[in-house]
């Protein structure tokens, strides 16, 4: 693409090469603007038209958009605007827009960008169902998915992305408490084999009944959170231990019904986990009560 001719507001000097007269595909966009940050990219495109164009232009091509990295907040033109050509996007992250992004805003980004394969929802209390639908339906490639503190999402809404995810191998359903075993359970039937990565944190509706069948369709799962969730007691974890082999973390802080004697095995097997053995957690209080590290044989 040929940059367009715009004044150059004062004499030139011979030989100089103006920014941008360089070429555009072959240099600007792959080694300059590739290395901007976003937020530095929606001050350049004010500076001229030529420069919007070429911002554009790179938004076009963008295969990664973090919104974090344009600020904390963000309002609803200028995402508009700078997601309005893109249509290669892989990953997709929308956190900062939680406080306002809806079906509207999102649907028509997802159905201009079938490629995509990580998605990040955290937080966005405004969507509904439609635009998981959306989601499920138009991008098959979907491998990575955070939908945390979304309290919208409910065992119909995680059916819809279980029938339609076949890649799906990490998601994030911390605190979507409208989910409860039924939904799991279904999930875990209809993905379980390609799941290394779940989190089911601060739900008390999800019991035993959900992490049992987990742990008997999710082969490869590899990281569990299960922080918070207060129904889930030791037979959850004894059949972790028996079913997923390849399992290297599990957070089970404020689980009060998982006792020590099922955890043990994990730990054996080098399982990174959350709560500490009691007699380290007794002597850890021991040392701060008395102020010095207590001499104690651990081998008695």
């Known amino acids: 693409m040929e940059p367009p001719m715009e004044p150059s507001g004062g004499e ?42 070429l911002v554009q232009l790179h938004l076009a091509g963008l295969r990664r958009f973090d919104a974090a990295q344009v600020g904390t907040q963000i309002p609803r033109a200028a ?90 191998e990490e998601l994030d359903l911390t605190a979507c408490r409208q989910l409860k075993d039924e939904a799991i359970v279904y999930l875990a039937q209809r993905r379980g084999a390609g799941l290394r990565s779940l989190s089911l944190a601060v739900n008390a509706n999800v019991g035993d009944a959900a992490v049992q069948e987990l742990a008997r369709n999710c082969p490869e799962l590899q ?16 059949t972790l231990a028996e079913y997923c082999p390849v399992l290297r973390s599990l957070r089970v802080r404020h689980c009060h019904h998982v006792a020590e004697s099922s955890l043990s095995r994990l730990r054996k097997r080098g399982v990174d986990i959350d709560v500490e053995p009691p007699l380290h957690q007794a002597l850890v209080l021991l040392q701060d009560m008395a102020g010095f590290a207590p001499f104690v044989n651990l081998q008695v």
């Not at 000097?13 to 901007?36: C, K, Q, S, T, Y």
């Not at 990281?223 to 004894?238: A, I, M, Q």
């Open 79 to 168: 995402l508009a605007r700078l997601l309005r050509d893109a249509e290669g996007l892989q990953e997709l992250a929308l956190a900062p827009c939680h406080e306002w992004l809806s079906d509207e805003d999102l649907v028509p980004v997802l159905a201009r960008n079938p490629q995509l394969r990580s998605v990040a929802l955290g937080g966005c209390g405004q969507l509904s169902r439609r635009a998981l639908g959306a989601l499920a339906e138009g991008c098959p490639r979907l491998q990575r998915l955070s939908l945390a503190h979304c309290d919208w999402v409910d065992g119909l809404a995680l059916r819809g992305l279980a029938d339609r995810c076949p890649a799906l």
């Open 223 to 238: 990281h569990l959170d299960l922080t918070g969730c207060l129904r889930v007691g030791s037979d959850g974890v004894r």
């Open 12 to 53: 030139q000097e011979p030989g100089a090469v103006r920014f941008l007269d360089l070429p555009w595909e072959d240099v600007l966009l792959p080694h300059v603007l590739n290395r901007v940050p976003l937020r530095q990219l929606l001050r350049l495109q004010r500076v001229s038209r030529a420069f919007r164009s």
